[in-house]
């Protein structure tokens, strides 16, 4: 066997694990890419509705502009967002302010009433429930991309062709983004 051979044997038995691992990592990452769009989907429908919410709260507790006019800057901050971390951040503030826009309903017996605002928070909950779905599946994905890339020989690999960490889309600080009627 010649050593030119000898060397393309060589070659082969580096380059094709190589390869493989890349290909690992790649489908890990477009894994935990598509759950974030998922998500992204999910957090489209919810920012549709809050105008409609805080228009509907403004009608019948106009006193309360302290917590609409912070529901308004969450979701203008959500949309503005650079980067997930600060996208994910800032939707965790909004989700806790429409929990408490919800809450209104219980000190303002007309709001309750509504079925416009009954309406729009059965379709807040839905949303909440696809996206509580969504986020279990992101992380998931998410966290066998970091798997993926943090074990060796991957890590190896992804090294060389700078994939990058993900982050999670954590629950808010009492452990749920979810709101509840």
């Known amino acids: 066997m010649s050593a030119e051979t000898?060397?393309?044997?060589?070659?082969?038995?580096?380059?094709?694990?190589?390869?493989s691992l890349y290909n690992?990592?790649?489908?890990?990452?477009n894994l935990a890419r598509q759950a974030y769009a998922d998500i992204e989907v999910q957090l489209k429908r919810r920012a549709e509705l809050v105008p409609q919410l805080v228009e509907a709260v403004r009608a019948y507790a106009?006193?309360?502009n302290a917590l609409l006019d912070a529901v308004a800057e969450l979701h203008a901050a959500a949309l503005g967002a650079k980067s997930r971390e600060e996208r994910f951040a800032h939707?965790?503030?909004?989700?806790?302010?429409l929990k408490?826009?919800?809450?209104l309903q219980e000190s303002i017996p007309r709001l309750k009433a509504d079925a416009s605002f009954r309406k729009l928070?059965?379709?807040?909950?839905?949303?909440d429930?696809?996206?509580?779905?969504?986020?279990?599946?992101?992380n998931g994905a998410?966290?066998?991309?970091?798997?993926?890339?943090?074990?060796?020989?991957?890590?190896?690999?992804?090294?060389?062709?700078?994939?990058?960490?993900?982050?999670?889309?954590?629950a808010d600080t009492r452990g749920t983004t979810r709101i509840a009627l």
Not at 100 to 103: A, G, Q
Not at 129 to 138: M, S
Not at 153 to 168: E, Q, T
């Open 6 to 19: 000898l060397l393309a044997i060589i070659g082969l038995a580096l380059i094709l694990p190589a390869i």
């Open 129 to 138: 429930d696809h996206l509580q779905f969504a986020r279990r599946y992101y």
């Open 24 to 29: 690992r990592i790649v489908a890990a990452r």
């Open 100 to 103: 408490e826009l919800v809450l």
């Open 121 to 127: 928070v059965a379709q807040l909950v839905e949303i």
């Open 142 to 170: 998410v966290q066998q991309y970091l798997t993926r890339i943090g074990s060796f020989p991957d890590s190896v690999v992804a090294k060389l062709f700078f994939f990058r960490p993900m982050p999670f889309f954590e």
């Open 91 to 97: 939707e965790r503030g909004l989700g806790e302010r």
């Open 62 to 64: 106009p006193h309360e």
